[in-house]
């Protein structure tokens, strides 16, 4: 089962009540739950060919673009303070009819919601403490990934996803540096593409990837990190078919080639 | 003179050539020139109609945001770290064709520019020392507000600025002492209003307003400010009326009383 | 009573059940009630200050343009043949939550709707007749008037309408007459303009203005007819105010000198 | 050669300097150039395979919309009257830099172009006249197909045309002869699609699908064509491609196959 909604993809049945306002009705199934982000699990995807229960908890869209941002930072110890400021096109939010997604709303403005509290926190929170499990680093290597500071906002837009992480380095690197680290962890990853220019949501419209730019800027002495998605493609159904992929022993890539549409 | 270009937006003659590649021709006429945001600088302004030569620099669109939203925090030196991330519709960029302002390129995405550079951030430095150094405190008093991290956005809309600000507080705060603050800070402001709810740039279309809304996240220990306006009109035009009626003794909101236009 | 909706807009009780699907439940109300399209409808409106009820139907969103538009042509008989087609944005269709007016439904789209059968219809048909009678020709001098080709299409915008006449005149007629005949017909109107390049919708936003632009296209044969208004102000809420200005004896522009909104 | 611009899309060279202002360099080509509507020209393209020199003159984006919903009328000799009133977003106009194209001006605006004299007009006209000859009628067998009335409007989107074709119909006509008219010239056509509901344009975006809707409007007598398409596939690219499939004998969907992308 590949659950595009949230009910697996926290580990801490904890973080149910908190931060969606229910139990968990069966903790027992979130241990096995695998967090559907191919790049930092794609092992266990592959392994639950052979589960008994196989479940995949696909991940939201601001937690996809914002956690493959950072995770490199985090693996590194580097992220001494962070804030994620996102935005979103309106897709994100469903297809359900609310006042507030109007069209006589939406166009022409911008708004902030969630405003300290969105719940997809909890998934950057996790991934980026498993990262730094991962890596060896103590649990607070990388003091400014928790309590996170994230803040979302509604774009009139109808598909994209823009995620705008400012991180205070926990010690001096250098451009090449962060080059280097960021060409090295998605050398190899076929929906990822490190860029050298900030990228625009338009650049991915349509398609499976995930774009980054990584920028010391030295005279304020902070890494912005901007990672761009289609929310409905790589951060919802996509990335759901690339885990479905990897569980069945398909091709990863397998219909999931489709080119960005521009303009 | 109300100039609604940068040549006299900045105190010291160092930040043209910084900032905007060349040295400035009249640096002695710099000192003499008013900051056009009369929120900050009303007695100057109404003391220019007695001035032999009386220039104002009138702000650009992301300060007159940005400044208003974070200056009651700087007034009380509770700026201890500090992201400005901004948003804005076209209209900011003027008239002037260019290929990425375009239709095709602007509409469905979302891109950051300026990135670690944006010619903005002199100004909402400049201003935010100011504040600090008007209110009695050191000049380290809020050393989140310079080298300032500050990363504009261009969305597809045309009118509308929307600034989130992230600060970490130099001290704890309290809901309850932020909300007397910025109360206190803008009782008597015709122009900007310290709204309970997240605002929309929608909410000011049109208007000379400008709303804040501040609120601390207690998860994280940080202070959100978000505060929008109508770039053209507070943020241009309407906010170089304001400083003319200043000027010339008439009534600061004469023609400015529009109402927002909504939807 | 200045009434919004449709409930007094029609002369005809068995307008009702057929466009509304309803039998008007106060026929006897239809006729003293006026049609409230002051460039048509003026000395009725200021004659209803005298009268015992004053019921107005304030006019549809679409019938303000097209019949603005086409009174002219109606008057002098000129209309052999006509389609109207129309489009708006969203937010003639109120702010009621609906599923095709959401966001992610109507940008990047268009679509007609209504087809064959919109309801402003009933009124274009009435008011064309109305000035066709008063110019003292037969009923059927326009014979392209009745029963009228009106078909509206959804465009991904807020505000605005833009009405397209394509006219087949009823006899030969020249540039040079057009223009004479529509200045003539809206000389002294405060609310219509008659442009020599055809508009948008964006000229007008904001303000209770209709523009209105005639062209002789001498190789199709046919008037287009080009006319735009704000739906919210000159085709709603401030027609209504031109209209109770009217009935009480006010200035016909008091309130309703906004200029419009660009960009 | 398939050329996407209209140097080889008109038969007769006196089109060239009436409608682009210019004499044709080598006319003796035009009569060789085969016009690039697969679905009108299906056996010519094939036969390009043998040719010696083989030119594809590919359609405008408004002409392939158009002359697709109106084909199968004017096969049957039934425009009696025309008027085609489209729409487009601003692709059509291709990614040159213009000020008319800037975001500021196409958003939240409509307007008309073009008035009386687009020159997509000669193309739509040179195949209504190929259909009724080839159907054997008399060349004014259709009268409405000359000289068209055909108006462009330019839409806030980036993507998409609708043509609304209103046809006065030559002769009593059911609307079940029409279904089975559209239905049998359509058959087989792995593009065109005959839909029981008024299309929107956002319903094709992406493909290279025309969707078309014919509604008898029996109160008006007036036959409703309305025709989708994305302009930049099935418009442009898309169907320069479907032509190369069949002049170089390949499947004619290849390449083809991609769904809309939908929201």
Same mark, same amino acid.
């Given at each position: 089962?590949?659950?595009?909604?949230?009910?697996?993809?926290?580990?801490?049945?904890?973080?149910?009540?908190?931060?969606?306002? &229910?139990?968990?009705?069966?903790?027992?199934?979130?241990?096995?739950?695998?967090?559907?982000?191919?790049?930092?699990?794609?092992? !266990?995807?592959?392994?639950?060919?052979?589960?008994?229960?196989?479940?995949?908890?696909?991940?939201?869209?601001?937690?996809?673009?914002? #956690?493959?941002?950072?995770?490199?930072?985090?693996?590194?110890?580097? #992220?001494?303070?962070? =804030?994620?400021?996102?935005?979103?096109?309106?897709?994100?939010?469903?297809? !359900?009819? *609310?006042?507030?997604?109007?069209?006589?709303?939406?166009?022409?403005?911008?708004?902030?919601?969630?405003?300290?509290?969105?719940?997809?926190?909890?998934?950057?929170?996790?991934?980026?403490?498993?990262?730094?499990?991962?890596?060896?680093?103590?649990?607070?290597?990388?003091?400014?990934?928790?309590?996170?500071?994230?803040?979302?906002?509604?774009?009139?837009?109808?598909?994209?996803? &823009? /995620?705008? /992480?400012? =991180?205070?380095?926990?010690?001096?690197?250098?451009?090449?540096?962060?080059?280097?680290?960021?060409?090295?962890?998605?050398?190899?990853?076929?929906?990822?593409?490190?860029?050298?220019?900030?990228?625009?949501? *338009?650049? =991915?419209?349509?398609?499976?990837?995930?774009?980054?730019?990584?920028?010391?800027?030295?005279?304020?002495?902070? #890494?912005?990190?901007? /990672?761009?998605?289609?929310?409905?493609? *790589?951060?919802?159904?996509?990335?759901? #078919?690339?885990?479905?992929?990897? =569980?069945?022993?398909?091709?990863?890539?397998?219909?999931?080639?489709?080119?960005?549409?521009?303009?």
């Amino acid at each position: 089962m590949i659950d595009l909604g949230p009910d697996f993809r926290l580990r801490d049945p904890a973080d149910y009540p908190r931060w969606y306002g &229910f139990d968990h009705p069966r903790p027992d199934l979130l241990a096995q739950a695998v967090y559907g982000l191919p790049e930092l699990h794609r092992a !266990e995807l592959v392994a639950l060919a052979d589960a008994e229960v196989a479940i995949v908890g696909s991940p939201g869209c601001y937690p996809t673009a914002t #956690i493959l941002g950072l995770a490199p930072l985090a693996g590194a110890g580097l #992220i001494g303070d962070l =804030v994620v400021d996102a935005k979103s096109g309106v897709s994100g939010a469903g297809r !359900e009819t *609310k006042p507030d997604m109007m069209f006589g709303e939406v166009n022409e403005s911008v708004k902030a919601y969630g405003v300290g509290g969105h719940r997809h926190t909890a998934e950057i929170e996790q991934e980026l403490a498993l990262v730094t499990a991962r890596a060896g680093l103590a649990a607070n290597a990388n003091p400014g990934t928790a309590p996170l500071d994230f803040l979302p906002h509604l774009i009139p837009m109808t598909r994209g996803i &823009f /995620s705008s /992480s400012h =991180v205070r380095p926990s010690r001096p690197i250098t451009q090449a540096a962060l080059d280097a680290l960021y060409a090295e962890a998605y050398a190899d990853e076929p929906f990822v593409t490190v860029v050298a220019a900030p990228p625009a949501t *338009k650049h =991915v419209t349509g398609s499976n990837e995930v774009r980054i730019h990584v920028r010391l800027d030295e005279r304020s002495g902070r #890494i912005l990190v901007l /990672s761009v998605e289609d929310n409905i493609v *790589k951060g919802a159904a996509g990335q759901a #078919i690339q885990a479905f992929n990897l =569980v069945h022993g398909l091709p990863e890539t397998a219909g999931l080639e489709q080119l960005p549409l521009a303009p």
